[in-house]
T-cell receptor, first 111, second 116 residues
Framework: QQPVQSPQAVILREGEDAVINCSSSKALYSVHWYRQKHGEAPVFLMI?????EQKGHEKISASFNEKKQQSSLYLTASQLSYSGTYFC????????????FGQGTTLQVKP | GAVVSQHPSRVICKSGTSVKIECRSLDFQATTMFWYRQFPKQSLMLMAT?????????EQGVEKDKFLINHASLTLSTLTVTSAHPEDSSFYIC????????????FGEGSWLTVV
């Protein structure tokens, strides 16, 4: 079952914040976040494991609520380089490496 | 630097021919690798799980006789698109789990296949 991401697209000005959500109808073991630029491979951002953890990476952080089967990616003080399509990949049982991806959220940061 | 490498990055082949794409894990062993396909402006769709030393596991709707997967060593998986048709044109990308890096899953650079 493919996780659902929201919003589908967002346009920001440099310095603004954004939140991207990822919801699943199935129990989750882990959530993986990637950013993909047009014509390129996805780039790993972070992984969140069962246990409701929260992680941060510079101005990008994420949370994982396993009870709600949801994860959110927080982008603060966005930069032009943040533009791209963000995908969440979910793993249902154990961290086998097999990920099912959401449909993606396109983020455009304007000067 | 890259931890998973794919080759070729771009390939054009004639309809009816076969094309092979390689996926290598660099400096780590991957008993399992994964193959995805991505059409323009769409998400990554899992095609199959490549298992070292055994048969690949295909997702529902993926033709195993058309997309041959071989995982002959702990660092190499190959995807062969047989009897390619224009509708097989897509971005093919592999991934591998790096247990030494907290089970982070890394993707290769991807391979653009165009069938003419």
């Amino acid at each position: 079952q493919q996780p659902v991401q929201s919003p589908q697209a967002v346009i920001l000005r440099e310095g603004e914040d954004a939140v991207i959500n990822c919801s699943s109808s199935k129990a989750l073991y882990s959530v993986h976040w990637y950013r993909q630029k047009h014509g390129e491979a996805p780039v790993f951002l972070m992984i969140l494991l069962k246990g409701g953890e929260q992680k941060g990476h510079e101005k990008i952080s994420a949370s994982f609520n396993e009870k709600k089967q949801q994860s959110s990616l927080y982008l603060t003080a966005s930069q032009l380089s943040y533009s791209g399509t963000y995908f969440c990949g979910t793993s249902g049982s154990g961290n086998t490496g097999k990920l099912i991806f959401g449909q993606g959220t396109t983020l455009q940061v304007k000067p | 630097g890259a931890v998973v490498s794919q080759h070729p990055s771009r390939v054009i082949c004639k309809s009816g021919t076969s094309v092979k794409i390689e996926c290598r894990s660099l400096d780590f062993q991957a008993t399992t690798m994964f193959w995805y396909r991505q059409f323009p402006k769409q998400s990554l769709m899992l095609m199959a799980t490549s298992n070292e030393g055994s048969k690949a596991t295909y997702e529902q709707g993926v033709e195993k006789d058309k997309f041959l997967i071989n995982h002959a060593s702990l660092t190499l998986s190959t995807l062969t698109v047989t009897s390619a048709h224009p509708e097989d044109s897509s971005f093919y990308i592999c991934s591998a789990r790096m247990t030494q890096a907290g089970n982070t899953i890394y993707f290769g650079e991807g391979s653009w296949l165009t069938v003419v």
